[in-house]
Structure formats: structure tokens, C-alpha cells
């Protein structure tokens, strides 16, 4: 049965519902699971011609959260961060300057879903004026209009990253239909949109991943992938396990599998050798400010450099793209 499923993915054929399932169903460790990271592998580098990418996140600013995301440190109810704080613009620029410099294929402006629209506006211009003009540039913020969406791809931006989580509207305040109104948006102001299932942990159902995987599908990303929740200390879900990387493994491999091979990238978070070698051709390094960190500059604590993921990327035998992403490849 899995075997047929695979054969049916490597042909490129879609993947019904059922048969998603059967794929999330395959145990770590067993003679099905080897075979489906191994035929995600090999779907992975044929969609990307074996070249993986590294994109670098700097976190803007810290602020609590009214939509209150049951997994995210800024949430206002996980009072994790009860101030609010800014990276001051010249930190900003250096540091984009410097994911410039250690060859970061995309670079990725992250802000908290209340952060003011407009003044992101203006941070990013500054950021985008001090970059070369090939630098790609990605947006990862709240929801926003179709005007919005315009004004961002005026300034420069290449694309978004924006994903409709797991339990979305049950552990966040915010709608599925909002979250996929704001990928449409983006879409139609020539934004390119990359995705993810996340963050995946034990309380999830297979049939909670089945879904997600198919709304990753169907909203026609760049790339989607999977991330596993990392639990915040003290927070409602940290009572949940961690899924291990092992298991992470084989649920971007059946995410690569459901996805067909128009959709390039398959990423996971936080990087690891295992989700390396089992397809995933997408890393990210992060600074300043993540969701899933209790200190306000990750890199010094769960924050990888870009270095960091090149030696992952490179110890599951991928080559690493030198150069702009070509998974965010549009005319600007
Ligand atoms: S994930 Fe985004 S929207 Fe949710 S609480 Fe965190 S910053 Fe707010």
C-alpha cells in the first residue's frame, strides 16, 4: 500500500486525502518508514536539482501579543515577554548587511502581528535601501489587505511567509479564513508565498495533518515542509512531548510526497541532519526576536547562523545554493 502511494507521488499523480493518511501513518523505524524518507529524498533533489537553500530571519521586535498564539513566547497570555521592545534600525541594517555577507539566500523581516503596518513600511525601505538590489527579501508578519499586500511588494519584498498553523482559531485568536485571505492577497499583488505545516506536536491528529498538508497544497506555495512546536516553559501546550526529529522526519517526508513537484522547497524548522536527509532543502538561521525563544536575541540561545544550517545542509549531502533564492526567483 505505501509503496504504491510513493510510486504515485514519484509520478507525480495527486495524492487523495486517504491516501496522505496512510502516509502520516508510517511508523518511525520501520522498513515503510525508510522508504518514504528515501523517496522524499529523492523527490526533494529532483524538484530542486539537488541544491538547497538557507534563508536568515531577523526578528524585529518583542511585543505581547493579543492573538494570543497558545505556542508563541510573544503571546500576551504566555507573559514570557511582558515588554515591548524594537531592534533599533542601524541593528537591523547590520545585521541584514551581515546575512548579505554569509551568503543567506533570502533574508526574512519578522514582526509581531500588532507591530504598526505602516512603520514596517518605512523599516523595511531603510533595510532594502542599505541591501543589494539581487538580495532577496521576504515578509513574515501579520495579516494584511491586498493594499497592503501591494505596498509590500513596492518596497521590494519577493515574497511572505505565512502558514495556516495547526489548530488555527482554537490555540490562536485568529480565523483559517483570515489567514488564507491574507496568502490570496499577497498573491495577487505578485507576492510569491511559502508555507509550512506547524508547529507540529504530540497533540496533533493525523487527520489535523492531513488537512493542513492539503491547505499547504492547495494555496500553491513556493514551498511548504514541516515544523515541529518547541514547548515554552510555563505555557498552556509545554504540558504536551516535543516530537522528535526522527518522527519530524517522516512527516516532511509525507508532506513532500502529498505536495507535487511545482512546489520546489521543503522546509523544516528548527534545523537537523535527520530532516536534511530526509528532504527537507530549506533552513532557516534566525537573530533577534522568535516566537519560540524566551530570550530576546535568539541568536544567543536557540537562533542558528547561517553557517549553522550551511554545515547541516552539507552534512546530509545537499549543495548549497550561492547566490539569491531561486525558490523566491521573481522580477522585481
Ligand atoms: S504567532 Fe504571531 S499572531 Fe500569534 S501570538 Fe505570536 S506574534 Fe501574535
Given at each position: 500500500m505505501i509503496e504504491k502511494i510513493i510510486q504515485k507521488s514519484l509520478q507525480d499523480k495527486e495524492l487523495s486525502e486517504k491516501e496522505i493518511k496512510e502516509l502520516f501513518k508510517v511508523p518511525v523505524f520501520s522498513k515503510e518508514g525508510s522508504l518514504l524518507l528515501w523517496a522524499a529524498r529523492i523527490k526533494s533533489n529532483q524538484v530542486s536539482k539537488g541544491v538547497a537553500e538557507v534563508h536568515a530571519q531577523i526578528g524585529l521586535n518583542i511585543a505581547p501579543c493579543p492573538k494570543n498564539c497558545r505556542f508563541c513566547s510573544f503571546a500576551a497570555q504566555n507573559k514570557v515577554f511582558t515588554e515591548s521592545f524594537e531592534l533599533p534600525i542601524d541593528d537591523a541594517i547590520l545585521q541584514a548587511r551581515q546575512f548579505e555577507a554569509d551568503k543567506a539566500n533570502a533574508i526574512y523581516l519578522m514582526t509581531t502581528a500588532n507591530y504598526p503596518f505602516e512603520q514596517f513600511i518605512e523599516t523595511s525601505k531603510e533595510i532594502r535601501h542599505s541591501l543589494k538590489r539581487e538580495t532577496v527579501l521576504v515578509a513574515n508578519i501579520g495579516d494584511f489587505t491586498f493594499?497592503?499586500?501591494?505596498?509590500?511588494?513596492?518596497?521590494?519584498?519577493?515574497?511572505?511567509?505565512?502558514?495556516?498553523?495547526?489548530?488555527?482559531?482554537?490555540?490562536?485568536?485568529?480565523?483559517?479564513?483570515?489567514?488564507?485571505?491574507?496568502?490570496?492577497?499577497?498573491?495577487?499583488?505578485?507576492?510569491?508565498?511559502?508555507?509550512?505545516?506547524?508547529?507540529?506536536?504530540?497533540?496533533?491528529?493525523?487527520?489535523?495533518?492531513?488537512?493542513?498538508?492539503?491547505?499547504?497544497?492547495?494555496?500553491?506555495?513556493?514551498?511548504?515542509?514541516?515544523?515541529?512546536?518547541?514547548?515554552i516553559p510555563g505555557t498552556i501546550l509545554a504540558k504536551y512531548d516535543i516530537v522528535?526529529?526522527?518522527?519530524?522526519?517522516?512527516?516532511?517526508?509525507?508532506?513532500?510526497?502529498?505536495?507535487?513537484?511545482?512546489?520546489?522547497?521543503?522546509?523544516?524548522?528548527?534545523?537537523?541532519?535527520?530532516?536534511?536527509?530526509?528532504?527537507a532543502n530549506l533552513l532557516w538561521a534566525e537573530v533577534g526576536s522568535n516566537p519560540r525563544d524566551i530570550i530576546k536575541d535568539t541568536e544567543k540561545k536557540r537562533g542558528m547562523s547561517v553557517q549553522?544550517?550551511?554545515?547541516?545542509?552539507?552534512?546530509?549531502?545537499?549543495?548549497v545554493l550561492d547566490g539569491p533564492s531561486q525558490l523566491y526567483a521573481v522580477s522585481l
Amino acid at each position: 500500500m505505501i509503496e504504491k502511494i510513493i510510486q504515485k507521488s514519484l509520478q507525480d499523480k495527486e495524492l487523495s486525502e486517504k491516501e496522505i493518511k496512510e502516509l502520516f501513518k508510517v511508523p518511525v523505524f520501520s522498513k515503510e518508514g525508510s522508504l518514504l524518507l528515501w523517496a522524499a529524498r529523492i523527490k526533494s533533489n529532483q524538484v530542486s536539482k539537488g541544491v538547497a537553500e538557507v534563508h536568515a530571519q531577523i526578528g524585529l521586535n518583542i511585543a505581547p501579543c493579543p492573538k494570543n498564539c497558545r505556542f508563541c513566547s510573544f503571546a500576551a497570555q504566555n507573559k514570557v515577554f511582558t515588554e515591548s521592545f524594537e531592534l533599533p534600525i542601524d541593528d537591523a541594517i547590520l545585521q541584514a548587511r551581515q546575512f548579505e555577507a554569509d551568503k543567506a539566500n533570502a533574508i526574512y523581516l519578522m514582526t509581531t502581528a500588532n507591530y504598526p503596518f505602516e512603520q514596517f513600511i518605512e523599516t523595511s525601505k531603510e533595510i532594502r535601501h542599505s541591501l543589494k538590489r539581487e538580495t532577496v527579501l521576504v515578509a513574515n508578519i501579520g495579516d494584511f489587505t491586498f493594499a497592503q499586500a501591494q505596498e509590500l511588494k513596492q518596497v521590494g519584498f519577493s515574497g511572505i511567509y505565512h502558514a495556516v498553523r495547526l489548530k488555527e482559531g482554537k490555540d490562536t485568536r485568529i480565523p483559517l479564513k483570515t489567514r488564507l485571505e491574507t496568502t490570496s492577497n499577497a498573491q495577487d499583488a505578485g507576492l510569491l508565498v511559502g508555507t509550512c505545516v506547524e508547529p507540529v506536536g504530540t497533540e496533533h491528529s493525523l487527520d489535523e495533518l492531513v488537512e493542513k498538508t492539503i491547505i499547504t497544497r492547495e494555496v500553491k506555495p513556493v514551498y511548504s515542509g514541516a515544523a515541529r512546536r518547541i514547548p515554552i516553559p510555563g505555557t498552556i501546550l509545554a504540558k504536551y512531548d516535543i516530537v522528535s526529529e526522527a518522527k519530524m522526519a517522516l512527516i516532511l517526508a509525507a508532506v513532500r510526497l502529498a505536495l507535487g513537484s511545482s512546489i520546489k522547497g521543503n522546509c523544516t524548522h528548527e534545523p537537523n541532519v535527520v530532516g536534511a536527509c530526509a528532504g527537507a532543502n530549506l533552513l532557516w538561521a534566525e537573530v533577534g526576536s522568535n516566537p519560540r525563544d524566551i530570550i530576546k536575541d535568539t541568536e544567543k540561545k536557540r537562533g542558528m547562523s547561517v553557517q549553522d544550517c550551511i554545515s547541516i545542509l552539507k552534512e546530509a549531502e545537499w549543495s548549497v545554493l550561492d547566490g539569491p533564492s531561486q525558490l523566491y526567483a521573481v522580477s522585481l
